[in-house]
């Protein structure tokens, strides 16, 4: 199946930092990719989709100041917490959806994101 | 969206058939049913979907009520690498067409592999 990468695999960082997390689609373009939350013991949140050249749709809650993302090409997108916070360390985990593929939608291995 | 209910946890011997069972009762004709899992700290990963058929491939085989109202996923042999969270999902169609969806997450079933 497709690759989905993640960088970095993990990141700690001090409380008030910014730190982004980018996603690439290894060997398909990817026109659509998905942001999720995960927090201990808890099932997967989605955060946003975005499309590629297009502004990212964010799920009710989250905040599109905080939680950039950036989908500038078919193989990358980017999510930015900004001014991070202890309470925003979490599991994020990107997916992307090819429009060829159809049903299949393949998912990076996520980041670990610890704020002090 | 159509809601999924999935038992909290089950336990499989290695190399018996683990059946992992899921209610989806207010699934919509033009849903489709996935099934993906995820090995602690780890992506989920895709492993079948189905739409009204019984759906089979190398990792595991998809029972779909005649009504549609539940599924089963049947992993064969269940083996120690098994053990995971699976989540049993119905795709929502986020334009008509369904060309685009979204996939939400439930609380999944943990499945532990015992050897």
């Known amino acids: 199946g497709a690759v989905v990468s993640q960088h970095p695999s993990w990141v700690i960082c001090k409380s008030g930092t910014s730190v982004k997390i980018e996603c690439r689609s290894l060997?398909?373009?990817?026109?659509?990719m998905f942001w999720y939350r995960q927090f201990p013991k808890q099932s997967l949140m989605l955060m946003a989709t975005s499309n590629e050249g297009s502004k990212a749709t964010y799920e009710q809650g989250v905040e599109k100041d905080k939680f950039l993302i950036n989908h500038a090409s078919l193989t990358l997108s980017t999510l930015t917490v900004t001014s991070a916070h202890p309470e925003d360390s979490s599991f994020y985990i990107c997916?992307?959806?090819?429009?060829?593929?159809?049903?299949?939608?393949?998912f990076g291995p996520g980041t670990r994101l610890t704020v002090l | 969206d159509a809601k999924t209910t999935q038992p909290p946890s089950m336990d499989c011997a290695e190399g018996r058939a683990a059946n992992l069972p899921c209610n989806h009762s207010t699934i919509s004709g033009n849903e489709y049913v996935y099934w993906y899992r995820q090995i602690h700290s780890q992506g989920p990963q895709y492993i079948i979907h189905?739409?009204?058929n019984n759906e089979t491939n190398e990792m595991a085989s998809l029972i779909i009520t005649e009504d549609r109202k539940s599924s089963t996923l049947i992993l064969p042999h269940a083996t120690l690498r098994d053990t995971a969270v699976y989540y049993c999902i119905v795709r929502v169609a986020l334009l008509s067409g369904g060309s685009n969806y979204k996939l939400t997450f439930g609380k999944g079933t943990l499945l532990t592999v015992n050897p």
């Open positions: 997916s992307a959806r090819e429009r060829l593929q159809g049903h299949e939608q393949f």
């Open positions: 189905g739409l009204k």
């Open positions: 060997d398909f373009q990817a026109t659509t």
